[in-house]
């Protein structure tokens, strides 16, 4: 707080105190009023404007200076100026002096608590814009929350002075009116508390409530109008074939099908390829399955280390593919069609297309439903590229199928899954160059983070390639190359496999969403709202063709929303929870985070403190030789709530689910310090991090009470300095 500030808080404290200090609260009650009202009201009749003038001045002080009195005012004013005049000069006073305590407030504290609280702030200012002078009103119409509170927190917020003058003047008009009214026949008043009754304060909440509701209903008519008028074009059958129809039997597609057998729908699951989606067939399982025969691979490479004597180590290359077409196969029957069919779910293979809002063309058969869930999922990106048509190029969907050992192989991408994949065909003998434009790869991490795994594949012989940009692929007498551009210069590198892995598009075309007008995003996703539905209130999409996050656990997690919602939402709709969500990048070593990490907060202006315990100090993983990474904890400033952590280290993916749940339910590091974690264990991190926290807060004043303390106990002289009296007074 500057200079300025601090002398006006210093002069409005002082007034306050002088206020109080000079008694002349007591000026200010029901009984000095009533005891004066003969007296007041000959002032009045000899003065009127003069005394009309004094009162303003004095209501605009009170109410400025959030003193108490206000409410004995506005009834003073009844008797003194009558039931007319006396409503026009509070209403005037009331407004210009809480609009004055607002502006006080938003002088001398908005900016520091800004600073503190800029995130928090910043979603409560959202609101403020879209629906403040609404909330402002009910505020005022309702006399439960003191108006003085109300005058300071809205200095808090942006609301505009010229709003919050209008709104507090209209929204005050009626409890003025009442206490003006009483004010007019003080002599029968007895107290405050009997001017409001029960049945006024519930007429005044009812009024507060109906511009709150009215506001939903113009919401809800802006939102179905066009729904409404898009419906038209479409016949409504009378009866319907199924409750749910939902295309696509990935995570998203699964799960969705699942809840609704559960609850004992009539649900129909559409899939045009493989049950289960990318995840069991191109995703997750196989990539998951390639991450770990390649790291048996490189631990035989490592058996050295160990103290094994070790020769060369030989693997088939066609045998680790096959394995993990056998991993695929193994997982397949927990996402196949006859597991579903023993649920209860109508499963169909083939290409659906929704040809209105209550029925989807499969086959050449017509099923009508209620409701329809979208979970069709993503595909990889692949760029426009100069040559790139003319070489033969893997994805991430393709890449299972690759013939052959892959030799030369460039991974285009340094996210999650070319860092994965680059990793991986590195560890079996492939001479790899990764290609990443940004600055470092795993961009959404922070530096360090990054530069450990960074770090780790370069020893492992990946060539990483960071601050390039791809310009065209070259294919000339039988050689094949890529042409690559930094800083201006240029260079070509020879490949003789190219895997590209640059994200995930949606999948959103080629099966009615253009015909419906279905709204998409600007990142190629389904628009949908909170509960998951596009602007067909009845079609939900779920997964990585919705977003935000394209991971396999939030198809899941849409999933339940979206499914009790289409069933049961006329009774309830649940808005999806987007507060604590994982996740995990497979390299090695692990990368997994939920929440905030340092490169988010900053950038979101948050306040944090960051302890960091490093894995180097862990006994299990100097045990185990994994002793590489580290493990950061993001907390609120002066407290031990969690706002992210970051782990980079072996099983980090398994590891970070304690502080998911610790998130979840809202408990700090105090917490996790008190659990008791299995030694030795790698979990022990979680531990010894909240121990740094600890460290870090630790009662330094107290501890040195306690210094002297044991000092004395041991009977050793001067532990109190020149305050020597415990020894005296114990004798």
């Known amino acids: 707080m500057n200079i300025r500030r601090m002398l006006l808080l210093v002069v409005l404290l002082g007034l306050a105190g002088l206020f109080f200090n000079q008694g002349l609260d007591s000026y200010l009650t029901l009984a000095y009023i009533k005891s004066q009202q003969e007296y007041i009201a000959s002032i009045v009749h000899h003065s009127p404007v003069e005394s009309a003038s004094f009162f303003v001045v004095i209501y605009i002080a009170v109410t ?9 005012m506005t ?16 209403s005037i006073a009331s407004t210009a002096g809480a609009t004055l305590a607002m502006l006080a407030s938003r002088y001398l504290f908005r900016e520091s608590v800004q600073n503190r609280f800029n995130s928090q702030l910043e979603k409560f200012n959202q609101g403020i814009d879209e629906a403040g002078a609404f909330y402002l009103f009910t ?50 008043v007895d107290s405050l508390a009997g001017i409001l009754s029960l049945q006024l304060i519930a007429a005044f909440a009812l009024l507060g409530i109906l511009p709150l509701l009215s506001r939903r209903v113009i919401e809800w008519i802006k939102t179905h109008r066009s729904e409404v008028k898009q419906k038209r074009k479409f016949q409504k059958p009378d009866s319907y074939d199924r409750d749910l129809v939902v295309i696509g039997a990935g995570s998203g597609g699964l799960v969705s099908a699942y809840i609704a ?33 390649a790291k048996f691979a490189s631990d035989l490479r490592r058996a050295s280390e160990f103290g094994f004597k070790t020769t060369s180590v030989d693997f088939d290359f066609k045998d680790i593919m096959q394995r993990i077409q056998r991993v695929i196969e193994t997982v397949a029957p927990h996402d196949s069609v006859e597991r579903y069919k023993a649920l209860g779910v109508d499963v169909i293979q083939g290409r659906a297309k929704i040809t209105s809002p209550y029925s989807v063309e499969v086959n050449g058969e017509t099923i009508t439903t209620r409701n329809i869930i979208i ?27 690759m013939p052959e050992h892959p030799g030369r192989l460039i991974v285009l991408g340094g996210g999650p899954i070319g860092t994965e994949l680059a990793q991986s065909f590195a560890r079996l003998d492939a001479k790899v160059t990764q290609i990443e434009q940004g600055d470092q790869i795993l961009g959404r991490e922070d530096k360090e983070i990054s530069a450990l795994v960074h770090a780790q594949m370069s020893r492992e012989g990946v060539d990483i390639m960071t601050g390039h940009r791809a310009i065209k692929v070259i294919s000339e007498h039988g050689a094949k190359l890529l042409e690559v551009a930094s800083k201006g210069a240029r260079m070509r590198i020879p490949f003789d496999h190219l895997l590209v892995a640059l994200g995930r598009s949606a999948n959103t075309k080629g099966f009615g969403l253009e015909e419906l007008g279905i709204a998409t995003t600007n990142r190629g996703t389904i628009q949908v709202n909170e509960f998951l539905q596009t602007n067909y209130s009845n079609i939900y999409a779920v997964g990585d063709v919705a977003g935000p996050y394209q991971f396999t656990h939030v198809a899941a997690h849409q999933a339940w929303y979206a499914t009790v919602n289409a069933l049961l939402g006329i009774v309830r709709k649940f808005k999806v929870d987007y507060s604590v969500i994982p996740w995990s990048t497979f390299s090695s070593p692990e990368v997994a985070r939920v929440g905030l990490n340092e490169k988010e907060a900053r950038l979101q202006g948050i306040a944090y403190e960051c302890s960091v315990f490093n894995i180097e100090e862990l006994d299990r993983a100097i045990a185990d030789e994994s002793a590489n990474g580290l493990i950061k904890v993001l907390t609120k400033s002066g407290s031990d709530k969690i706002l992210g952590v970051t782990i980079a280290g072996e099983h980090a993916g398994d590891l970070i689910s304690e502080y998911v749940l610790a998130m979840k339910h809202g408990l700090g590091l ?9 030694y030795p264990t790698l979990v022990e991190m979680n531990k010894y991090v909240a121990g740094e926290w600890r460290k870090n807060h630790k009662p330094e004043r107290l501890l040195q009470w306690l210094e002297r303390y044991h000092c004395w106990r041991r009977g050793q002289k001067g532990c109190f300095g020149n305050r020597e009296v415990v020894e005296s007074a114990v004798g």
């Open 261 to 293: 057998a559960t609850l004992k729908a009539k649900v129909t699951l559409i899939e045009k390829h493989r049950m289960g989606g990318d995840c069991l067939n191109t995703g997750c399982v196989p990539s998951k399955a390639l991450i770990r025969s």
């Open 375 to 401: 979970a069709t999922g993503a595909r990889p990106t692949v760029p426009q590229l100069q040559g790139i048509d003319q070489v033969e190029y893997f994805t991430s969907d393709t890449v299972w199928s």
């Open 64 to 72: 400025a200076l959030s003193l108490p009195g206000a409410a004995i």
């Open 139 to 188: 505020l005022r119409l309702v006399p439960v929350v003191p108006f003085f509170i109300i005058n300071l927190v809205m200095g808090l917020t942006r609301i505009s002075v010229p709003v919050f003058f209008l709104v507090s003047q209209v929204g005050m008009f009626a409890g003025t009116l009442v206490y003006v009214n009483a004010g007019t026949r003080l002599a029968d």
């Open 670 to 678: 105090n917490k996790i310090m008190g659990t008791i974690h299995i």
């Open 75 to 90: 009834l003073a004013a009844g008797a003194m100026f009558g039931m007319m005049w006396g409503t026009a000069l509070v």
